[in-house]
C-alpha cells in the first residue's frame, strides 16, 4: 500500500501522518486506535488477516 493510501485510512481514523513519520509508525498508530496490537513489522508469520498483512510480511 502507498504512504498516499496510508494517510487517508490515518486521517479517517484521526492518526497524525504528517510528512517525516515512517509509515510503520503511522500504521502502528491506526492498529492502536482500530484496538490492535500495534504489530506492523514485528512478526515474521501472522494468523491475523488486517488489511496490512501484505505490506507487514513483505520482505
Not at 510503520?24 to 500495534?38: A, F, H, L, S
Amino acid at each position: 500500500m502507498k504512504m498516499q493510501d496510508v494517510r487517508v485510512i490515518a486521517k479517517k481514523w484521526g492518526v497524525d501522518a504528517r510528512i517525516g513519520r515512517s509509515k510503520k509508525d503511522v500504521i502502528r498508530d491506526i492498529q492502536i486506535k482500530e484496538g490492535y496490537t500495534p504489530c506492523f513489522q514485528t512478526r515474521t508469520e501472522c494468523d491475523e488477516d488486517c488489511l496490512w498483512k501484505p505490506d507487514c510480511l513483505k520482505k
